[in-house]
Antibody
């Protein structure tokens, strides 16, 4: 059974870089059928896609965050990561990693999610 | 970017009633790329429907999805106590772009 687990600091100072890792177990991150994504949810608000990555390294970033985001993948460790720089209080949110269906005939939805990790931006 | 607008914002119903949730897109969405999720407090979202009308594994058949173009609907035929939650629609567009609706809160009347 596939499991995703986010890890990283729960508190980040303003203007610094938020760094999270998603460890994938029970399945290979190198599968050709999937992308891997980061989604966040601010307090009391809805869901926002941050970006997605394929095991080859191909990425897509939300245009509103693109200038500050880097998503990378480490197939040897079966994990992928998120870096968001120059954070402000507006980046305080629960951050989820998730698996995105990506095959030619079956794509475009998140079928497995991590439990989420709270990240607070505060000095 | 395709904007998804969900209505109503909050829906108050009783167990046993039928729930109809709407998701309207700012431009046409391929039916293959419209999904619905359920989220309960303190939990990650759970996939309910993909491809506009296909139920995910383990989802009861009281959940159904329909629609095409810019108008999509999630229907829960007979509400169970565990169905009261927040529901989100999500679309997948060109080049892996993904957007979510703002959510509909389904609460017990």
């Amino acid at each position: 059974q596939l499991q995703l687990q986010e890890s990283g600091p729960g508190l980040v100072k303003p203007s610094e870089t938020l760094s999270l890792i998603c460890i994938v177990s029970g399945g290979s991150i190198s599968s050709s059928s999937y992308f891997w994504g980061w989604i966040r949810q601010s307090p009391g608000k809805g869901l926002e896609s941050i970006g997605n990555i394929y095991y080859s390294g191909t990425t897509y970033y939300n245009p509103s965050l693109k200038s500050r985001v880097t998503i990378s993948v480490d197939t040897s460790k079966n994990q992928f990561s998120l870096k968001l720089n120059s954070v402000t209080a507006a980046d305080t949110a629960v951050y989820y990693c998730a698996r995105l269906r990506g095959s030619v005939y079956d794509r475009g939805y998140f079928d497995s999610w991590g439990q989420g990790t709270q990240v607070t931006v505060s000095s | 970017e395709t904007v998804l607008t969900q209505s109503p914002g909050t829906l108050s119903l009783s167990p046993g009633e039928r729930a109809t949730l709407s998701c309207r897109a700012s431009q046409s969405v391929s039916s293959s790329y419209l999904a619905w999720y359920q989220q309960k407090p303190g939990q990650a979202p759970r996939l309910l429907i993909y491809g506009a009308s296909s139920r995910a594994t383990g989802i009861p058949d009281r959940f159904s999805g329909s629609g095409s173009g810019t108008d999509f609907t999630l229907t829960i035929s007979r509400l169970e106590p565990e169905d009261f939650a927040v529901y989100y629609c999500q679309q997948y567009g060109n080049s892996l772009s993904i957007t979510f609706g703002q959510g509909t809160r389904l609460e017990i009347k």
